[in-house]
């Protein structure tokens, strides 16, 4: 079916609050997922990979900062969903940014961080910029970058598929951000023979598939929005007379 | 023409101009206290729909002799070809409900992007008449459903069967033909998102105006369909109506609780939308000359809107006070500005000393109306997008201090005192419709929206202050990393604080809070006058009363339909009461 990009974040922004999300956070999720959809950078799809874990993360531990200096962080995200952390990792490079020129987060531990462009778009459109880098995949690797000028209003994105499947044990669901004040970074992913195929998106095109969705809508499989609308139910109060009585009735 | 920068320097900096502060303007009831002015939304439209002379046709009109039917009106205006759809069914009396909950209605209507052919008004027949249980495509962009008004409806069609005009006085207790229950648009149930009506569709670009225009032709429907009728009743005698009734006859609105929610998750746009009102009184206030043409006028606006609270008319005690005070106030107003002043500030705070709240913002719409070449043109400036961004550099002493300046009046509430969050608002599974619950009576209070600000600040600033004894060298990102369930209310203080006005200044949760007065501050944006308060939670309404009409587009336009009357004050706006006195509270009024 075809709904609206409003009617998307507004159900999405129920799911996530009914699934433990805090205040601010739960709009942020959702935007996440909203940009990516609305910019042809499949954010259903990627929802439907974390969908049956969102309820999981109340119960990590929250992201923590293992190392810091004046350029530089680690943080271990604890196995969350980049959709309640990654805005947190995105600021602090953006405030480091700011302070010494260019910044180097590092971010371990962390699911769906393909979710970071609406972050990075964010970084954009108020005068930073910044870049991602991260693989992901066990048996079928991928490679991923996304970057966004200063002041600009969209990133490029490149994925690429690896030929063989490498050795990826030691990537503990890893991602590099680097932010800068100075300097304007363009990531695109390298042509490489280890690569089985590559795409790349220029911000234009990304600006072009927004278009899209704003005149059309946004297309989504009738199970998967079901499955949305009824997880964000939780959060529906049911109805009594009382209740009743509360919309002044 | 009024150019960003020239907004900007007028707000802040050296050159600011005096702007009424914070502290007054964003208090809850002030909001409730305020009025329709020249910067309303349906003033806005009425404007341009004039002075642009849109072209609007019956392109179909398929009504049975009872007005049930099909209708399609064609609208071409300077940037596009529209159609407004209405579908108008028999009811069943006891089927018809303003509530959010209702599931039938005597018409349901829908804005569209351009021409209706055969097989799209088939699918819109479809699903139109359904409302929530519909869907539409990104073509359409408003869409409706209203009500006949019971008083009035079938009272209007026999008189103009009869071959008479309709009792004025009538139509003065209940100023419409038919009342909306809701008017959707941004997106919903599968309509065309805001983004796509602001940047494809430009003659809707300004917030609410094609929702405003919906309401607009409906009133110009209600009155084709009780022509319609009584002229199928009663060929031989039938009348049309006085054109100067016509244009007397309104809209009527009931608003729910849905309202309120909506200032509190769009905080910028409704700072915004205060900004402007606030920076069109300051013009006024600096640059308004005042010499005797214009105290006349002023006068004779104070008399024409004295006997539009006097026309309005309503049950509800609190708001009966209200007016009978208002009418004081105008009085000692009128009384007042003919000692000698040079400036209207020395008037405003005369009223602050000497009126209510309701007669203090009356004035300022008063004001704002005498100097349209002040005001007019900052209806272009009217949007905002939503971004409520986090500043991650900003070292934590400053957004303490941020939280001391900008948030004083949460930090000086008693969250813990008897009451103070004893209220909680939530979506109840009936439709999603949002209600009012008692925390220390019913259930789902975990389950509440996060519209209590203050008590969200009270918490944030006292882990702030924890933490700042810890890590005083922290900024707010490092803050953000620590506390994520904070991140939410950190950056709207952050964001807030980059606004003139900021958040509304209210504990939303108190037991005492008045919804109400949420309700009003936006209808006043809307431009709807005659508040008529149902319960502290919902508010009949009367919109587009005294605006052109169809017919009259293409003619002249004075756009003057502020605080409209009843056409036998409209002619020569003398004192003359004539209303019937069946109420204690409109003996009262008619007294004053």
Known sequence: MIISMNELKAALRRCFEASGYFVGNYEDAANMVLWLEKHGLNGLKELELALDYIKSDRKKTMSKVVYEDSTSAIINCSGRSALNCIASAVDLA?????????????????????????????????????????????????????????????????????????????DKQSMTIICSSRVDISTSLQHSSLHRSSRYL????????????????????????????????????????QSRQGAGA | ?????????????????????????????????????????????????????????????????????????????????????????????????????????????????????????????????????????????????????????????????????????????????????????????????????????????????AEMFTCFMLRNFSLLQVEHIARHQSPDTFSPMDITIKRYVGIGNSTGLGMAPFLIHHPLLFN???EMRELALARVRVLGAVDSTIKKRFRKLLDRTTHHTRQTKTEDPWQSDHNIQVIKDLKALHKQSSQPFTRWGQ????????????????????????????????????????????????????????????YDWALTMDFIADGARDIFWYRSEEKMEPRLGDALKEKGKDRQMALGVGYAVRKCYDQLLDYISEFPDH????????????????????????????????????????????????????????FDPKSRLWVRNTMFQGAPLLEDIGGTFDDDWFMPLSPEYRSDETIAITSTKTTKHTEEVAAL
Not at chain 1, 119 to 128: F, Q, S, Y
Request: aromatic share 8%; proline share 4%.
């Open chain 2, 272 to 274: 915004q939308w205060i």
């Open chain 1, 202 to 241: 220029s911000a234009e095109q990304v600006a072009a598939n927004k278009e899209n969705s704003v005149d059309h809508g946004i297309q989504i499989d009738d199970t998967l929005w079901v499955n949305i609308n009824s997880i964000g139910a939780e959060i529906l109060v049911e109805n009594s007379e």
């Open chain 2, 347 to 406: 008037l405003i705070l005369w009223s602050e000393k000497n009126c209510s709240l309701q007669g203090q913002e009356l004035l300022v719409s008063v004001l704002l109306e005498l100097y349209p070449e002040l005001v007019n043109k900052l209806e272009d400036y009217c949007s905002a997008e939503e971004f409520l961004d986090l500043d991650p550099i900003m070292p934590l002493q400053t957004l303490q201090t941020v939280i001391e300046d900008r």
């Open chain 2, 475 to 530: 900024n707010t990102a490092r803050f953000m990393v620590a506390r994520p369930k904070l991140r939410g209310i950190v950056r709207r203080i952050q964001s807030m604080n980059r606004c003139l006005y900021g958040d509304i200044q209210a504990n939303l949760l108190h037991r005492d809070v008045l919804p109400m007065h949420l309700l009003r501050a936006k209808l006043s944006f809307f431009g709807v006058s005659k």
């Open chain 1, 94 to 170: 953006h405030a480091k940014a700011l302070e010494v020129g260019i910044s180097t987060i590092t971010v371990h531990n962390c699911h769906n961080r393909k979710f970071i462009l609406k972050a990075l778009t964010d970084c954009g459109r108020r005068g930073i910029s910044v870049a991602a880098y991260w693989q992901n995949g066990s048996t079928t690797v991928t490679e991923h970058t996304a970057s966004i000028r200063a002041g600009a209003r969209y990133p490029s994105y490149s994925e690429s598929i690896m030929s063989s499947p490498a050795d990826n044990a030691s």
């Open chain 2, 1 to 209: 023409m009024i150019k960003p920068a020239h907004i900007h320097s007028s707000l802040r900096g050296d050159n600011a101009l005096p702007l009424r502060p914070a502290s007054q303007v964003m208090d809850l009831e002030r909001l409730g206290a305020m009025h329709q002015s020249r910067l309303s939304f349906m003033r806005s439209l009425m404007r341009k729909v004039m002075l642009e002379r849109w072209q609007i046709v019956l392109s179909c009109c398929d009504l049975d002799e009872k007005g049930h039917g099909t209708v399609v009106y064609q609208i071409s205006a300077p940037y596009g070809v529209y159609s407004f759809v209405l579908f108008s069914n028999w009811l069943d009396p006891e089927q018809r409900n303003d509530r959010v909950i209702a599931e039938q209605w005597d018409l349901t209507m829908a804005l569209v992007a351009g021409k209706v052919d055969d097989h799209y008004l088939e699918t819109l027949r479809k699903n139109v008449p359904k409302q929530e249980a519909g869907r539409v495509d990104s073509r359409v962009f408003v869409l409706s459903r209203a009500n006949r008004s019971l008083r009035n409806f079938d009272y209007v069609v026999d008189t103009l069967a009869a071959g008479e005009q309709p009792d004025v006085q009538k139509i003065e207790q209940v100023g419409y033909l038919y009342r909306t229950t809701a008017v959707y648009g941004s997106g919903k149930l599968g309509m065309a998102d805001w983004e796509k009506v602001q940047s494809r569709w430009p003659d809707f670009a300004r917030p609410f105006s």
